[in-house]
């Protein structure tokens, strides 16, 4: 069943982030052509729904759209969910788009905002200029969200129009471009000043010059893309796309409802995915029904400890309980305690979502993750294995595994090198099935070919 899928490199090329997909350049995406290719060559019917768990910054979502496809599109972070939603803003809106910005920096002396002293935007900018920032924050809530985001319990995030989602975006571009002296070595990060006095402080001008031009280029990559798909002469309608703000552990999504799954779990690699997008969530501040260290401790790969005793569940596979073992005994510091612990708390919730994300399959029906494997000191992650096996468990068949090697951010940290292991990391495109009833296999690795092979037996 996974024989045919058409399987590029799953990694971001920076080359090919240009026009309107040069504004989303979040972390951890697999490029649009990537995805289009596996959801050309799958051959889905055209009532076919397909779903991204893990939706992030939205490509699965946007190219099944783009495809005529309908798609659902989950993810728990706000500011992907924002993201994604302003992705799929149609190029009939690009007109819209220039003026509505005006209008909002028109308003900042008119409606000037008073500051609490808990604002997030604090800890980033000094008063003045979070001032204006949160001006412009509000004036977009004010002008854009309207009775059917709002509601007595607060700010429904995934009913937010692809309007405002876009200005929101054009506003947490600028704040990223002026906070660009704060980058650290891993340039998907902004570190927090170091004190007060180190905040950021620039002018009225300043801010309101990078939004709005943000905002200028995202109205004529939009335009352009219009006139493109003109040009061609393509007879386009859009897929309807559905994105919601969820947990993959707990998500409502009707049993054998679902056609193709495409999607990249978070990767165990104690990367924080709420740590890299905490200046959008200081914009998003007054919107927010749950602070950003709450949310940090629910996502997957969280690197707080968790609540309450997590014990190995077989069903996780032997992979996975020898990599644990391994690890709960390792000499090294913490590694017993806070990173044992950690670690299990990333296996239980992915497997809590594997199941969820398996019920809502249809039998018959096709997935692919992508994954990619990581060190604990010279302990190898084998995510692949780990994967496969948990799927099995659960009725995914393994139909077919395409590697890439790449480098990974792990390999700048300088303690890596007191342990032998590989340097890069291996990301894997698995391939799965919904049988009627769980198998147990573990694949061997297929090397080279560019389209899925089955797997040797």
Not at 142 to 160: A, E, F, Q, V, Y
Not at 221 to 231: F, N, V, W
């Amino acid at each position: 069943m996974g024989v045919g899928l058409k399987i590029g490199s799953p990694k971001r090329n920076k080359r090919l982030q240009t026009g309107w997909e040069g504004f989303f350049p979040y972390y951890a995406g697999f490029p649009e052509l990537f995805v289009r290719d596996i959801l050309e060559s799958a051959e889905l019917r055209d009532d076919a729904v397909i779903l991204d768990p893990w939706n992030g910054s939205g490509t699965t979502t946007y190219a099944a759209s783009q495809l005529g496809l309908k798609s659902i599109g989950i993810d728990l972070n706000p500011v992907m969910i924002i993201v994604a939603r302003a992705r799929l803003l149609p190029p009939s809106e690009a007109d819209h788009l220039r003026p509505l910005a005006a209008t909002i920096l028109s308003h900042l002396r008119e409606s000037p905002v008073i500051l609490t002293d808990e604002d997030p935007l604090l800890a980033w900018f000094m008063p003045s200029a979070a001032r204006v920032v949160r001006s412009i924050e509000q004036n977009i809530r004010r002008t854009l969200l309207g009775s059917m985001t709002k509601s007595p319990d607060g700010i429904h995030l995934d009913r937010i129009s692809g309007t405002a989602a876009t200005l929101y975006v054009a506003l947490f571009a600028a704040c990223r471009r002026l906070a660009v002296s704060l980058r650290s070595s891993n340039p998907t990060w902004i570190k927090l000043p170091k004190a007060d006095d180190d905040r950021l402080d620039p002018t009225t001008y300043a801010i309101a010059h990078q939004f709005a031009k943000n905002v200028r280029g995202m109205s004529e990559a939009l335009a352009a893309k219009q006139l493109e798909e003109e040009i061609d002469g393509a007879d386009f309608t859009a897929g309807a796309s559905t994105i919601q703000l969820s947990d993959t552990t707990t998500m409502a999504i009707a049993e054998n409802s679902i056609d193709f799954v495409l999607t990249s779990p978070p990767y165990c690699t104690r990367i924080d995915y709420t740590a890299a997008t905490r200046v959008e969530l200081a914009v998003l501040g007054p919107l927010l029904k749950m602070k950003p260290r709450d949310l940090g401790r629910r996502m997957i790969g969280s690197v707080q400890v968790p609540d309450g005793a997590i014990e190995i569940d077989k069903s996780w596979g032997p992979t996975c309980s020898s990599f644990l073992a391994a690890l709960k005994k390792h000499p090294s510091k913490a590694s017993g305690g806070y990173y044992y612990k950690t670690h299990l708390d990333y296996f239980n919730k992915t497997a809590r979502s594997l199941s969820r994300v398996t019920k809502a399959l249809k039998p018959g029906g096709r997935a692919v993750f992508v994954v990619q494997d990581s060190y604990y000191k010279e302990i190898h992650n084998d995510l692949s294995a780990i994967l496969t096996e948990m799927g099995a468990r659960q009725g995914l068949s393994l139909s077919g595994r395409e590697d890439f090697h790449l480098r990974s951010m792990s390999d700048i940290n300088p303690g890596r090198k007191t342990y032998e292991r590989p340097t890069g990391a291996t990301e894997s495109v698995l391939c799965f099935v919904k049988t009627s009833k769980a198998v147990r296999t573990t694949p061997r690795p297929s090397k080279g070919a560019r389209r899925v092979r089955s797997p040797r037996r």
